[in-house]
């Protein structure tokens, strides 16, 4: 879907993957940081109705099928893109007023010398608001940068996401959705004592150009 035909991939396209691949890839400078920001929605906490009991020797982790809906939560995270550092807030709720949120937690947490944050993110309503849009006219040190459509493989904060979902959510049995947001804001300060960067060089981005192009001049 993402280099599908029905998608357009023309210079417009070109022009946006070489300016966030730019990003990805080039020396920044003492003031800049870029960041992958998106949401990861209805997490919920599924609590089993039996205990799940742990592996013994030769039997598997044995889960309740039947759960408890205790509601859900959304988990608004940036992704550095040079440390792999990552930054998280829950929110029952994913409008533009949880995102402005999040921004100001971003504003207060990252340091005053860094005065380019550039935002990397998808082309969500949410992203695009009339309330973002003012919020950021008051605060010049952040910039968006929207990636094309059908094009969430080059937002590297899905890899992170991809790596909790492995980690933390294949089997989903959280006591309650307080404990759920403790576990996933205790999952983030884990990863970021051992946090990394995720590989991305300008050879992949090549790759992904070059079969891009017959489809724009088919287009």
């Given amino acids: 879907m993402w280099l599908g035909a029905r998608t357009p991939r023309d210079e417009a396209f070109c022009g946006q ?6 990003l990805y890839t080039r020396d920044l400078l003492p003031s800049e940081m870029v960041l992958c920001l998106d949401e990861k929605t209805s997490l919920q906490p599924r609590t089993r109705k039996e205990p799940t009991k742990p592996a013994k020797k030769k039997k598997p982790v044995r889960v309740e ?3 408890i809906r205790n509601g859900a939560l959304n988990l608004f995270a940036a992704f550095n893109t040079r440390t792999g550092q990552v930054y998280g807030r829950c929110f029952r709720r994913k409008r533009q007023i ?4 999040f921004l100001d937690y971003l504003d207060g947490i990252i340091p005053g ?4 944050v550039h935002i ?3 082309n969500l309503r949410v ?3 009339k309330k973002v849009m003012e919020w950021l006219s008051k605060h010049p040190r952040f910039t968006f940068h929207f990636t094309p459509v059908h094009c969430s493989w080059m937002n590297q904060v899905e ?3 991809s790596i909790l979902q492995r980690k933390r959510f294949k089997i989903a049995d959280f006591a309650s959705i307080n404990d759920l947001r403790d576990k996933l804001y205790q999952f983030i300060e884990q990863w970021n004592v051992r946090a990394h960067p995720f590989k991305w060089t300008t ?6 150009m070059a079969y891009a192009e017959p489809l724009k001049a088919a287009a």
């Fill in 17 to 22: 993957v070489s300016e966030i691949c730019d």
């Fill in 127 to 129: 992203h695009k608001g």
């Fill in 203 to 208: 050879k992949s981005v090549a790759k992904i």
């Fill in 159 to 161: 890899q992170w996401f």
């Fill in 98 to 101: 949880e995102l402005i949120a």
């Fill in 65 to 67: 099928h039947e759960y």
């Fill in 113 to 116: 010398h860094i005065t380019n």
């Fill in 120 to 122: 990397v993110c998808d």
